[in-house]
């Protein structure tokens, strides 16, 4: 095992695309080193290691299955071997099928919970060990501004459905590691500049989507400004998407 980095250590799940690798570029400029998982885009996970070594930072890539436990497992061994440490987990991946719900096949519907709630209950699960030696302690989990209101959806029902049950998880783990300082919060988007679908009729309160840095002010925030003791909230970062 090599030491500990001398610089705190954040994981990002979903790294190599989209959100993940804003919130994992944007980490590295605050001085975090990153382990930066992906599970199939490969590419666009050395693109963001590259970019941020070449900037000076540190980063590494893990490739897995997070829904899978020994998968999950198996990285939180690869992160320690490679860091010796973790501070910062940000349980970001999640597969949005745009399909109706009945629509779904049996492997959307499964991947829609496994990209999920699955992989963040066995992701979190696996890296316990390491963020209860840390100074900073800290999860954040990525849900979606309609986790707050649940309600009748008419496209990706299993996507929706894997959202709110990391709302739950976040509330149960927030309560079962309180007692080791670990604060676990989540963060839910509304309808971002990379969204899939077309602006709702009804727009948006704030008049535009979000974008990645509004996301990544609540990420900054959890991650190095809030006390400990802020744990289990939903930071709603929708401009008030799904308010009305």
């Not at 010796?84 to 779904?104: S, T």
């Not at 309560?175 to 604060?183: F, L, T």
């Not at 309808?191 to 840095?213: C, H, K, T, Y």
Request: aromatic share 8%; hydrophobic share 40%.
């Amino acid at each position: 095992m090599s030491p500990p980095c001398d610089k705190p250590v954040a994981l990002v799940t979903g790294a190599g695309t989209g959100l993940g690798r804003a919130l994992a570029l944007a980490l590295a400029r605050d001085g975090f080193s990153l382990a930066l998982h992906y599970r199939s885009s490969t590419e666009g996970a050395l693109l963001t290691q590259s970019t941020i070594v070449d900037a000076g930072g540190e980063a590494a890539v893990f490739q897995a299955d997070l829904s899978s436990e020994k998968e999950a497992g198996a990285l939180a061994k690869s992160l320690s071997t490679r860091f010796g440490r973790l501070d910062v987990l940000i349980n970001n991946a999640g597969v949005y099928q745009e399909c109706h719900g009945l629509d779904l096949s049996e492997a959307a519907w499964f991947e829609g919970l496994n990209s999920t709630v699955t992989q963040t209950f066995f992701t979190t699960r696996s890296v316990l060990p390491l963020l209860r030696q840390s100074p900073l302690k800290r999860i954040i989990n990525i849900g979606d501004s309609s986790c707050d209101r649940p309600s009748a959806r008419d496209l990706a029902w299993s996507y929706h459905i894997g959202k709110t049950g990391v709302w739950m998880l976040t509330r149960s783990f927030a309560a079962s590691e309180a007692s080791h300082g670990i604060a676990v919060n989540m963060i839910s988007p509304g309808f971002l500049e990379n969204s899939l679908g077309e602006l709702p009729s009804e727009g948006i309160p704030a008049g535009r989507p979000g974008a990645f840095q509004d996301v990544y002010a609540a990420v900054r925030f959890l991650a190095l400004e809030a006390p400990a003791y802020l744990s289990g909230s939903n930071f709603m970062v929708s401009g008030g998407w799904n308010l009305r």
